[in-house]
């Protein structure tokens, strides 16, 4: 059953035999890591590849959204044709000439929600073919399983001599080519974990194909009375099933964490003796000279030879203050240049870079699942040897009894099929299947199959401030503290620079209008001056303005007008936005009764006046990224099982240490990797829900395999006794397999 | 039972037809997206005429 255990169970029952088919995203970072490389290899080639824009639409959910979104896109002049895709939640666009940054702002103005992605990450053939290749097997499996059952029903309801054996011969004929095509899977999957030395799942599941169809083949030459025929292909076609449903959740994991990487191509401007040059991240050299444009971000570490500019590096260290950056100093891989260009000498990169650094927690992350065995998991490793020895005791007892090898070989396959596990396969795969559409719907991308488990078990949530509870975006405090006159100029400024806090005094002022500067110039890292009406405007930071900085017990950030002749400069304090659900879900976290506690790299000022505004009792300010990953430890030491929310580089090991993680769509893609969950949309509000979908998950679960018990109880001995005709085989495993199927859709409403 | 001569391949064929409608429809993508599909058929954008492609 690798279906079962394999694919429920994830990365770690797939780990031992790597042989085994392509081995397809059990962990999103082993796909992750080489396709970020082959992403910057390809140079964004992909983007233009035919004029095809792939867009993500995380919000989209109706038929009104997908002709809003067609109408909108083909409206847009350059547009060919628009096709929405609402499972996967994508719209394809043919557009030759356009880029995505022109579509995203049409699609803004509708209401929606939209993300690049990169058509050459997202192709994706072999998971489609492979999709496509199992429905394929599971028709041609249905169609034989309905044949030989019309027949099948004669044989039960009393065909006698040549009618019963023409009945047989036909259904043979049917089933044996049916078993060699759609079992193939299972043989296959079979071989590769004997020749690994293990007992899969599929060992069980192939031997009771094998033989089932081998004693029927015999027992029809020899105008028997019973052929298990339809109970093979009926096994083969509900298997299959389980396997597709598995596959398919995992393909939509798999996906989205191509999605994720596929938003972000890891490049670098070097500047050569030719000019510049857009290389890969992975072949820069220290020593080498790059370029970093305002607002793009760092990609290795380096020193600043030019320039002046000022740095964000809430991503790392969850801090919002911006930091001013000139020559002489270290810049590290992920911080986000704000305001204007600059020249870094590369100082680390292979083995010392913080890129590297990157790929040692993704894997200190990868290895931490692996220690997680899934339920299905253990129920599969009791399982295939208790089946084995389950058949031999019956074969060898009835051997022992009366003599009959005939007899004895069709009982051991009348359990091997009985005890197959039907039920058990699809228990797991049918019950993620739902949980991952529910979640889903909810904007929640699972990208780990024993994720859900683990976040049931979840009492403790901690949250990081920066980008998770808050967007990382500031916002005006309050506009009043401007005179009415002053609000175009200050407006004008604004508008003259992309900083963060620039950008959000000019959208809090959006309803003035602009005054007419003249000489308006950005000093990178200080701020932004101009003349107006002769005099002189500057709008930046204190330092630069010749004032004492007085805000660092503020929570928020600040900036500073000046105007020639009117006294004082004027203080506008920003604070940061909160993310749309970040009160609701701590509210709901707390009515459930976790604990929430607040883990931030920023200033414990910032850091209280948030705990206090969503209610969070327990926070610690100014904590570094080592002393999240140890704090989360220690609580796991102390018994907690803990959810990590967080979406920075200074998260990723609290990520990966903890026993559930999630990280908004915005993190850095080390954070996105790292965690478990991927949310799609801004709102935080699916984060609660999340924890009881993953709780009733695993009810559903344990629930499934206790029907799956139940039955072995009854029809086992059943079949250790002989009694077990191929009609009570067909029944027994028709009816467990509807009923553990339709607990799991339970889980829908 | 002659009857069972021509009934037999009669019902294996129907069966066969349904298996090749279900191939070709799987080749046609049109398994691609359910979800959509469903969605599609409450829109009421293309019910005077029939869509340009």
Known sequence: MSDMGAAAAGPAARRPAPAVSPRLGACPACDAAPLAGRLAEAGGAGRDAGGTLILSLPAAHCAACISDVERALTGHPGVRTARVNLTLRRVTVDAPGLAADELIPVLARIGHEAHELDPEALSATAADRQGRDLLMRIGVAGFAMMNIMILSVAVWSGAEAATRDLFHW??????????????????????????????????????????????????????????????????????????????????????????????????????????????????????????????????????????????????????????????????????????????????????????????????????????????????????????????????????????????????????????????????????????????????????????????????????????TLTMGQPRLAAAEVLPADLRPVALALAQGSAHPLSRALAEALAGDRAAALEAQREWPGQGVSALWQGRRVRLGRADWLGIAEDGADRPGSAAWLSVEGRGAPIRLDFTDRLRPGAASCVARLRADGRRVILLSGDRPAAVAALAAELGIAECHAGVDPQGKAAAVAALAEAGARVLMVGDGLNDTAALARAHASISPASALDAARVASDMVLTGHDLAPVAEALVIARRATARIRENFAISVIYNLVAVPVAIAGLATPLIAALAMSTSSITVTLNALRLRR | MEILAILIPVSLGLGAIGLLAFLWALRARQFEDPKGDSERILSDEWDDRPRPD
Request: a positive charge.
């Open chain 1, 170 to 467: 036909i259904s043979a004929a049917i089933a044996l080519p049916t078993i060699a095509f759609a079992g193939r899977p299972f043989f296959a999957s079979a071989a590769a974990s004997l020749r690994a030395r293990r007992l899969g799942m599929d060992v069980p599941i192939s031997l009771a194909l094998v033989l089932a169809t081998a004693i029927s083949v015999y027992e029809t030459t020899q105008s028997g009375h019973h052929a298990y025929f339809d109970a093979a292909v009926m096994l083969c076609f509900f298997l299959l099933i389980g396997r597709y449903l598995d596959h398919r959740t995992r393909a939509i994991a798999r996906s989205a964490a191509a999605e994720l990487t596929a938003l972000e191509v890891p490049r670098a401007l070097r500047i050569g003796p030719e000019g510049e040059q857009a290389v890969a991240v992975a072949s820069l050299r220290p020593g080498d000279l790059i370029r970093v444009r305002p607002g793009a971000r760092v990609p290795a570490d380096g020193e600043i030879t030019e320039g002046r500019s000022e740095i964000d590096r809430a991503l790392l260290t969850g801090e919002t203050l911006p930091v001013p950056a000139g020559p002489g100093q270290m810049l590290s891989a992920g911080e986000v240049n704000l305001t204007g260009p600059l020249v870094l000498r590369v100082t680390a990169a292979g083995r010392d870079s913080s890129l590297a650094r990157l790929t040692a927690l993704v894997e200190a992350a990868e290895a931490a699942r692996g220690r997680h065995a899934s339920l299905a998991d253990r129920a599969a490793r009791a399982y295939s040897p208790a089946v084995h020895l389950l058949a031999l005791a019956s074969f060898a007892g009835w051997v022992w009894a009366t003599g009959d090898l005939r007899l004895a070989v069709n009982i051991a396959a009348a359990v091997l099929i009985i005890t197959c596990p039907c039920a058990l396969g699809l228990a797991v795969p049918a019950v993620a299947t739902a949980a991952s559409g529910a979640l889903f719907r909810r904007g929640l991308l699972i990208k780990d199959g024993t994720a859900l488990e683990r976040m049931a078990a979840v009492d403790t949530v901690v949250f990081d401030k920066t980008g």
